[in-house]
């Protein structure tokens, strides 16, 4: 059967990390966040918008299967213009709608580059008196292993180059690939 082509697919120079080794890993960071959280009954995911919004969408009801009850809880911070390197200015675009004094927080991260994103976030959630604050990123970029904070769970580590796919984007487009991807240089260049 020939499989149909897509818009993006020209666009394409390697794909990194394929839907399946997604879909597997997600499964395995569930079951980890799982045994870590027994006996506790509620964890509120909270999705960092809108890089994350597919990663949390699966990773909930990955959760779901085996592990606590869950709220979903979204953030949208940016530290990233349009371009493909980190202003280091961190803008809170949409805030909590509730109050997590007292709850178990799971921030869940499409990526983490510098870490300055996450530092911020991190001091932002202790501020606001949760129980715990533990964080999930889906992706890691070697600068992360010299300066982010701790991170708990990490699905995959990617080589130093902007990816898109899977919620990533490259000037909002490009956010429904199935896969992680990095993009011919001709296309990055268009900007
Ligand atoms: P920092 O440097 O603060 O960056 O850890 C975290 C945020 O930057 C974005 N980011 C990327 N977005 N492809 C993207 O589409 C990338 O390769 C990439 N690297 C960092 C992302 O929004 C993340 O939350
Ligand atoms: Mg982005």
Known sequence: MQSQSRWYDADIERVLITEEEIRAKTDELAKQVADDFAGIDQVVLVGVLKGAAMFMADFARAL???GPAVEL?????????QGTTSSGVVRVLKDLDRDIAGKHVLVVE???????????LLKYLA???AASVTVVTLFRKPAAMRSAPPLKYIGFDLPPEFVVGYGLDFGERYRELPYVAVLKP???ARG
């Open 110 to 120: 499409d990526i983490v580059d510098s870490g300055l994103t996450l530092s911020w």
């Open 127 to 129: 501020s606001r008196s």
């Open 73 to 81: 809880e979204f953030m949208a911070a940016s530290s990233y213009g």
């Open 186 to 188: 001709e296309v990055y």
């Open 64 to 66: 779901g299967r085996v």
